[in-house]
């Protein structure tokens, strides 16, 4: 059977992936989302998820194309109301897409066609955690432990096992979380997708309600169907409590030392080398003009020698690659500086936190006060005219056009013959826009749809034709304030934000709004924002201004 519709569970390890996988299957109408295409070996057999199943299903070994595999997969797994779905870590998809193109039709595809192409109307759901420590924390006690599941029902006594703590690997491991997190937000970001996001720890708090919200969001008739209590049981205790609290004491001291605590060396035993990892917080905290005394405590209190701590103090100093840094670091800290007087500057005027409603803007007040001053700006009585106004509902796009939820495109969207009406049912703003170039976007997504924090790379006038966004906005000049470590994105949720993790996100300029169905609203470049669907939500997103709208941007990947 072919399936009419698809999901992807696209996460990372710890994030509660196999209680939602057994969660949806139990309902017997949402496929058996597990990771099909998982490559690496088993926990409980040598064999990866791909081999065994193949062996399983007597396809021959090794796969000289993918396609024998994909079909089977799909026609084992698929419920008999047509869903099939794929759990799926970042590393796990990446490999997937490289097999697929194996078969003859999918080579020269993105990776996102590829996707499309072997799970028709492709839905994307990102589980994720929002307490990166405790995934970290759990991460590393199932290495130690190889205990990666237990099942609810499990009572039996074990051994109590010697758990080690070990931040240097909690860091490790909290970094590699945030970073694949980032990762599958570029991948959505690159094939114009809005997931349904789901944390874990909501998936904790309200299991059913959990599961529901992703049936919700499939449109899959829950009428009649039952959610099974969870499969597996949570592993955390009162030692990652301990943990937690131990890992945090050390990470947020009064400078910025690093997640990282090393025993003192024991009796008659030879200094230890300092590790990588402190060298460069060493030099990290150089940079940032922390006294040496003070850096030379916490190293004495973490159990290095003082001699060589010293040693490797003076050779930081003296390293022609630091003392490049150095100077490269205070010309940063110049601009620093003066961004944060610009913004000091800028809360003097009361506009500052607020975004105007305006109509009837002409194009000259439009680019002086909004477009070249990089303010926003919601502009009504745009769209009076639209008939799409009137006509677009979700059951008309998906009716009239084939358009189905989460269906993102540009202008190849809208002049493609399924779709050519939408085209017809818009109008270009030409007091702002060039009709003649190209640069039209839809987005569509279910009430509940989150972006997350991230900042766009040109100015983009969102205009909203059907239901409501909850749009939260922060100046691009705070960029320091939202921790932008990788590409566009943010780690903060700025819905829960952790102020322990994010401290300096409190000085943050946060403009929260409603955007109603028939405003225009005008995001400039570099804002951060972040949005909820309040409702099902179909905007039309242009970027092909009269104006100078391409720009050259440096892309931080500190992780």
């Given at each position: 059977?072919?399936?009419?519709?698809?999901?992807?569970?696209?996460?990372?390890?710890?994030?509660?992936?196999?209680?939602?996988a057994e969660g949806l299957h139990?309902?017997?109408?949402?496929?058996?989302?597990?990771?099909?295409?998982?490559?690496?070996?088993?926990?409980?057999?040598?064999?990866?998820?791909?081999?065994?199943?193949?062996?399983?299903?007597?396809?021959?070994?090794?796969?000289?194309?993918?396609?024998?595999?994909?079909?089977?997969?799909?026609?084992?797994?698929?419920?008999?109301?047509?869903?099939?779905?794929?759990?799926?870590?970042?590393?796990?998809?990446?490999?997937?897409?490289?097999?697929?193109?194996?078969?003859?039709?999918?080579?020269?595809?993105?990776?996102?066609?590829?996707?499309?192409?072997?799970?028709?109307?492709?839905?994307?759901?990102?589980?994720?955690?929002?307490?990166?420590?405790?995934?970290?924390?759990?991460?590393?006690?199932?290495?130690?432990?190889?205990?990666?599941?237990?099942?609810?029902?499990?009572?039996?006594?074990?051994?109590?096992?010697?758990?080690?703590?070990?931040?240097?690997?909690?860091?490790?491991?909290?970094?590699?979380?945030?970073?694949?997190?980032?990762?599958?937000?570029?991948?959505?970001?690159?094939?114009?997708?809005?997931?349904?996001?789901?944390?874990?720890?909501?998936?904790?708090?309200?299991?059913?309600?959990?599961?529901?919200?992703?049936?919700?969001?499939?449109?899959?008739?829950?009428?009649?169907?039952?959610?099974?209590?969870?499969?597996?049981?949570?592993?955390?205790?009162?030692?990652?409590?301990?943990?937690?609290?131990?890992?945090?004491?050390?990470?947020?001291?009064?400078?910025?030392q690093p997640a990282v605590v090393?025993?003192?060396?024991?009796?008659?035993?030879?200094?230890?080398?300092?590790?990588?990892?402190w060298k460069r917080w060493i030099?990290?905290?150089?940079?940032?003009?922390?006294?040496?005394?003070?850096?030379?405590?916490?190293?004495?209190?973490?159990?290095?020698?003082?001699?060589?701590?010293?040693?490797?103090?003076?050779?930081?100093?003296?390293?022609?690659?630091?003392?490049?840094?150095?100077?490269?670091?205070?010309?940063?800290?110049?601009?620093?500086?003066?961004?944060?007087?610009?913004?000091?500057?800028?809360?003097?005027?009361?506009?500052?936190?607020?975004?105007?409603?305006?109509?009837?803007?002409?194009?000259?007040?439009?680019?002086?006060?909004?477009?070249?001053?990089?303010?926003?700006?919601?502009?009504?009585?745009?769209?009076?005219?639209?008939?799409?106004?009137?006509?677009?509902?979700?059951?008309?796009?998906?009716?009239?056009?084939?358009?189905?939820?989460?269906?993102?495109?540009?202008?190849?969207?809208?002049?493609?013959?399924?779709?050519?009406?939408?085209?017809?049912?818009?109008?270009?703003?030409?007091?702002?826009?060039?009709?003649?170039?190209?640069?039209?976007?839809?987005?569509?997504?279910?009430?509940?749809?989150?972006?997350?924090?991230?900042?766009?790379?040109?100015?983009?006038?969102?205009?909203?034709?059907?239901?409501?966004?909850?749009?939260?906005?922060?100046?691009?000049?705070?960029?320091?304030?939202?921790?932008?470590?990788?590409?566009?994105?943010?780690?903060?949720?700025?819905?829960?934000?952790?102020?322990?993790?994010?401290?300096?996100?409190?000085?943050?300029?946060?403009?929260?709004?409603?955007?109603?169905?028939?405003?225009?609203?005008?995001?400039?470049?570099?804002?951060?924002?972040?949005?909820?669907?309040?409702?099902?939500?179909?905007?039309?997103?242009?970027?092909?201004?009269?104006?100078?709208?391409?720009?050259?941007?440096?892309?931080?990947?500190?992780?």
């Amino acid at each position: 059977m072919t399936p009419r519709l698809s999901y992807i569970v696209c996460c990372s390890p710890r994030s509660g992936s196999w209680v939602v996988a057994e969660g949806l299957h139990s309902t017997g109408v949402a496929g058996n989302p597990k990771e099909w295409f998982n490559d690496a070996p088993g926990v409980a057999t040598d064999d990866s998820m791909e081999t065994y199943f193949s062996k399983e299903w007597g396809i021959p070994l090794p796969l000289a194309t993918y396609e024998p595999y994909l079909a089977k997969v799909i026609a084992t797994t698929v419920t008999k109301n047509g869903v099939f779905g794929l759990t799926s870590h970042r590393d796990q998809f990446t490999a997937m897409e490289k097999k697929l193109k194996t078969i003859p039709s999918y080579r020269g595809l993105t990776a996102h066609e590829v996707a499309k192409k072997a799970f028709p109307n492709l839905r994307y759901i990102h589980l994720t955690r929002r307490d990166k420590i405790r995934q970290a924390i759990s991460y590393c006690r199932a290495l130690q432990t190889s205990v990666w599941h237990v099942k609810a029902q499990h009572t039996a006594a074990t051994a109590p096992l010697a758990l080690q703590f070990d931040p240097v690997q909690i860091a490790k491991w909290e970094q590699v979380f945030e970073r694949l997190d980032a990762n599958w937000h570029k991948h959505f970001s690159e094939c114009g997708q809005t997931p349904l996001v789901l944390h874990y720890e909501d998936v904790e708090s309200d299991y059913v309600g959990s599961i529901k919200r992703i049936l919700d969001y499939l449109d899959i008739d829950t009428k009649g169907v039952e959610i099974a209590p969870p499969l597996y049981k949570k592993q955390a205790d009162a030692t990652t409590d301990e943990w937690a609290q131990r890992y945090f004491d050390h990470k947020h001291g009064k400078t910025t030392q690093p997640a990282v605590v090393h025993a003192a060396p024991k009796a008659n035993q030879p200094p230890p080398t300092i590790p990588p990892t402190w060298k460069r917080w060493i030099a990290e905290n150089k940079l940032l003009k922390i006294p040496d005394r003070d850096i030379l405590a916490i190293l004495k209190n973490n159990g290095m020698n003082e001699k060589m701590a010293m040693e490797e103090l003076q050779a930081v100093g003296e390293n022609p690659y630091f003392q490049a840094a150095d100077s490269y670091t205070q010309l940063l800290h110049k601009r620093d500086s003066f961004a944060m007087i610009q913004r000091s500057l800028s809360k003097c005027d009361p506009k500052t936190a607020t975004i105007e409603r305006r109509s009837d803007v002409s194009r000259s007040e439009f680019l002086e006060h909004y477009y070249a001053a990089n303010r926003p700006v919601i502009l009504c009585g745009l769209m009076t005219e639209w008939k799409a106004r009137k006509r677009w509902t979700p059951e008309y796009l998906e009716a009239a056009c084939g358009v189905t939820s989460m269906t993102s495109g540009g202008n190849e969207l809208f002049n493609q013959p399924h779709a050519k009406s939408l085209s017809e049912d818009i109008e270009i703003f030409r007091e702002y826009l060039d009709s003649a170039a190209s640069g039209i976007f839809l987005w569509y997504g279910p009430k509940g749809t989150v972006t997350p924090l991230h900042h766009e790379q040109v100015n983009i006038l969102m205009a909203q034709v059907y239901g409501r966004q909850r749009i939260t906005l922060i100046p691009a000049a705070e960029m320091d304030l939202v921790y932008n470590d990788n590409g566009v994105y943010s780690a903060i949720d700025v819905e829960n934000p952790d102020y322990t993790r994010f401290p300096k996100f409190r000085e943050a300029t946060v403009i929260e709004l409603e955007l109603a169905a028939g405003e225009v609203l005008f995001l400039p470049v570099g804002w951060w924002h972040h949005m909820r669907a309040l409702d099902s939500s179909i905007t039309v997103a242009f970027t092909n201004f009269l104006f100078p709208n391409r720009f050259n941007w440096a892309y931080p990947k500190t992780k």
